[in-house]
């Protein structure tokens, strides 16, 4: 499979500039948005358990397809692992084989694991289910396992040899296809790209701590936690200066997005699909359109 570097540009969200390049940067910034909003107290996780007995749901195939996919969600750049060195593939795929272990691999242990200083990496055990949580859980993972199998199916039919395509030309691909499978898959494939690029470990993708390394982040401290010298003089990236009243001027509208309980109602009404969230927040910024 190719693992060609350079400008990605998502199928969606749509970009209200559709004349700027997208960056590794803005891919960060996007990654983070949904993080933030997916990390919302009350919201379930999407869970993308791994291990040596983790159980595989998809095919050689569709795994190698699924991998030339979330290889176009973040790509690697200037030297920075992406999705595809992070294993966020194998990510969602351990997610759609969460059940067939027991307990089923959803949600994983605590309170800390070994990288902070604990004897024990309690992250690698898995919490048990209880009836309410497997029942919901199960049709979830249902749900999920029908609409990555038939979009990755569909994708490889209609363009065949999609794995072995140069970066650009699966760009292309991604963005062009009409096909209603293809499309539904990439509605939550963005979002578990990010997810296994840069969640804990012990949920399948991050292989390594490489997608935290990629953005500088330590990962989790506890119960290790930061010395004193590393709270009060921090290393600091100088970010370029803000333009403050003409930020707010293009974005006020989109001020409402700055609380959890717009970030939740939004987050409802998409139930999970990237691609209507995406929606709901095109039509939140349509008055900024013309501004940017």
Not at 63 to 87: K, N, S, Y
Not at 176 to 197: C, L, N, S
Not at 228 to 247: F, G, K
């Amino acid at each position: 499979m190719t693992t060609d570097t350079g400008p990605i540009d998502l199928p969606w969200p749509a970009r209200l500039n559709r004349s700027a390049q997208p960056t590794r940067r803005g891919v960060l910034a996007g990654a983070a948005g949904t993080v933030a909003l997916l990390a919302v107290p009350g919201l379930p996780a999407v869970a993308v358990p791994v291990g040596r007995d983790r159980a595989r749901y998809l095919d050689e195939d569709q795994l190698a397809t699924l991998a030339a996919v979330v290889d176009r969600v973040v790509p690697a750049d200037d030297g920075t692992p992406g999705a595809l060195a992070a294993r966020a593939h194998e990510s969602i795929d351990a997610l759609l084989g969460a059940f067939r272990t027991d307990p089923p691999r959803i949600y994983a242990g605590g309170p800390f694991s070994d990288r902070g200083g604990a004897r024990r990496n309690d992250f690698e055990r898995f919490l048990p289910l209880d009836a309410y949580e497997r029942k919901a859980w199960k049709r979830r993972v249902r749900r999920l396992q029908k609409v990555y199998t038939r979009g990755l199916d569909a994708l490889a039919a209609s363009v065949p040899g999609f794995a072995d395509l140069p970066g650009p030309l699966r760009d292309l691909a991604l963005q062009t296809t009409q096909d209603p499978d293809v499309a539904a898959m990439m509605g939550v494939a963005v979002t578990h790209a990010f997810e296994g690029t840069w969640g804990a470990p012990e949920y399948g993708g991050n292989r390594d701590g490489l997608g935290w390394e990629g953005i500088g982040f330590d990962g989790d401290r506890q119960p290790r936690g930061y010395t004193d010298e590393e709270v009060t003089d921090p290393e600091i990236e100088m970010l370029p200066l803000l333009d403050v009243t003409s930020a707010l001027a293009a974005y006020g509208p989109a001020m409402a997005l700055a609380t959890s309980e717009a970030a939740m109602g939004l987050l409802a009404e998409a139930e999970g699909d990237l691609r209507v969230l995406s929606e709901r927040l095109r039509a939140l910024l349509a008055d900024v359109e013309d501004l940017l």
